[in-house]
Structure formats: C-alpha cells, structure tokens
C-alpha cells in the first residue's frame, strides 16, 4: 500500500475556529490532492498540489486553502470552519496525471 | 463540467455471481479510474484505465472512450467485494488528475 496518512482521524470542532488537516505521503510522489466526500454528493476535489508550492483550486475550494512546503506533507486549512464543512476528508497521492491515485484514510471532521 | 454516471446505484447479489457496472461519461477523458470504497471507508484504487482492457483477478475493466462508457466486471463476487465502487474521470484538455467522481454503485454480496 502507498505510505499515505492523514492526521487526525477524527475531529470535532466548533463554528468559526480555524481547522488544519494535514496529509504526509513517504512515496516522493508530485501530485496530492483533497477531496471531501459527502452524502449525495460523492467525492468533490476541494484543491491539488503539482509540486511545492503549486497548487491549485478545485470544484469545492471556497472557504479552504492550502499550503505545500515540503513534498512530503500537503496540509488544507479550514479559517473559520462552518457546519457545511462536516465531511470526511481525503487525501490523494500520484506521481503522474496520468496514473493511479492512491488514497489516505480519511478525516472525519464535525463542525458543530 | 463533465457529468460522470454509474449504473446501478444499487446492486445485491449471492456469492459466486457475476456483475457489470456502467460508468458514462459526458465528454473526452484523459483519465478514467475505478475505485472501491470497503466498509471501513478505505478507498482502493482497481484499474487506472482511460482506454482498453484490463483485468486483475476476478475484476476487468473495459473503456471504449469514443463511445464515452467504461464497464467494471465481477466475476465470482464474494462477500469483500461488498462496499460501494466509484468511476472517476478528467476531462482531455486538462492534465494535473483533476478527477470528477461518480455517485457510485453500492454492491452488496450475500453469502
């Protein structure tokens, strides 16, 4: 399995504080990517990273950003978390556009 | 933005059957994967597959691209297949694997 972790695993947090989720890959690989999934709504790109510091928006970007310092660790920041941001989040890694994605395990995050 | 849909969005089936589940897509695609989602949540990767044929085990996959569908083939299913599989595609043009997912097919095998 692609060395892929996400931390935390759960979090409950209330409305208006700052959240930060962060996704650590040992696989050296360029490409990372969140996604939120919730239901009825399947899995949504929220932002993705083609290197350090290149990142870029997804479908669902308002209200997260995200930072890419080191390839290792690719964190999305929630500034004033909202009760429309409870979901789990996932992580993604790739070493190409044009090849598997391979997933974390998942955020649980409740905004209460 | 591309529209990606599965069929059906729900499947139950004894163990040792068969299955085909459709994923159509509303464009040309660059990249065409098929995951499984276990119980636990665990997202699987199965088959990175944006054209042809290809087969791992007991699961293929087919994509005929110019007729924008994929098909993903069970044989044999058994109670660990259970859980939901998503199709997820990038639309040709772009190229960083920005992938748009289906809503998914939750399959449920009995033993």
């Known amino acids: 399995d692609a060395g892929i972790t996400q931390s935390p695993r759960h979090k409950v947090t209330e409305t208006g504080t700052p959240v930060t989720l962060r996704c650590h890959q040992t696989?050296?690989?360029?490409?990372m990517y969140w996604y939120r999934q919730d239901p009825g709504h399947g899995l949504r790109l929220i932002h993705y990273?083609?290197?350090?510091?290149?990142?870029d928006k997804g479908e669902v970007s308002d209200g997260y950003s995200v930072s890419r310092s080191k390839t290792e660790d690719f964190l999305l920041t929630l500034e004033s978390a909202t009760s429309s941001q409870t979901s789990v989040y996932f992580c993604?890694?790739?070493?190409?556009?044009?090849?598997?994605?391979?997933f974390g395990p998942g955020t649980r995050l409740t905004v209460l | 933005g591309i529209q990606v849909e599965q069929s059906p969005p729900d499947l139950i089936l004894q163990e040792g059957a068969n299955s085909t589940l459709r994923c159509n897509f509303s464009?040309?695609?660059?990249?065409l994967q098929w995951f499984h989602q276990n119980p636990w949540g665990q997202l699987i990767n199965l088959f990175y597959?944006?054209?042809g044929t290809k087969q791992n085990g007991r699961l293929s996959a087919t994509t005929v691209a110019t007729e924008r569908y994929s098909l993903l083939y069970i044989s044999s299913s058994q109670t660990t297949d259970s859980g939901v599989y998503f199709c997820?595609?990038?639309?040709?043009?772009?190229?960083?694997?920005?992938?748009?997912f289906g809503q998914g097919t939750i399959l449920t095998v009995h033993p």
């Open positions: 597959i944006p054209s």
């Open positions: 696989e050296n690989h360029r490409y």
């Open positions: 997820a595609v990038e639309r040709s043009g772009t190229s960083y694997g920005k992938l748009t």
């Open positions: 993604a890694i790739s070493d190409s556009p044009y090849n598997e994605q391979f």
């Open positions: 464009d040309s695609v660059n990249n």
């Open positions: 990273s083609y290197g350090v510091k290149d990142t």
